[in-house]
């Protein structure tokens, strides 16, 4: 079973960057997908950035195209979220997802198996 804990989301002026950590624990295929996708107030959750763990094909979603990038990090169970150039409309709660299946470029909810809890963005003056 992969458990998963994000993290590194707070308080942030427009313009401004974070970096979101997701840490893992249980086994991790390098062919698994990890995920994120965020969820404001009254919206639906959607998706923001896909890649495989190992680290290759990657996807994003078109509105953090050029300002959100995930990379691997050098402890082997995490990976990141660096989030650049945040927007008025990017607060919300991020989660991180790890889908056990082979689909590198997994987009949708129901094709990821375990979530991390989410962790807050607010992007603010």
């Known amino acids: 079973q992969v458990q998963l804990v994000d993290s590194g989301g707070g308080l942030v002026q427009p313009g401004g960057s974070l970096r979101l950590s997701c840490a893992s624990s249980g086994f991790i295929d390098s062919w698994y997908t990890l995920g994120w996708f965020r969820q404001a107030p009254g919206k639906e959750r959607e998706f923001v950035a896909a890649?495989?763990?190992?680290?290759?094909?990657?996807v994003y979603a078109d509105f953090v195209k050029g300002r959100f990038t995930i990379s691997v990090a050098s402890a082997v169970n995490t990976r990141y979220l660096q989030m650049n150039s945040l927007k008025p409309e990017d607060p919300a709660i991020y989660y991180c997802?790890?889908?056990?299946?082979?689909?590198?470029?997994?987009?949708?909810?129901?094709?990821?198996?375990?979530w991390g809890q989410g962790t807050q963005i607010t992007v603010s003056s």
């Open positions: 997802a790890v889908s056990i299946r082979y689909l590198p470029q997994a987009r949708r909810i129901g094709e990821y198996d375990n």
């Open positions: 890649i495989t763990w190992s680290g290759g094909s990657s």
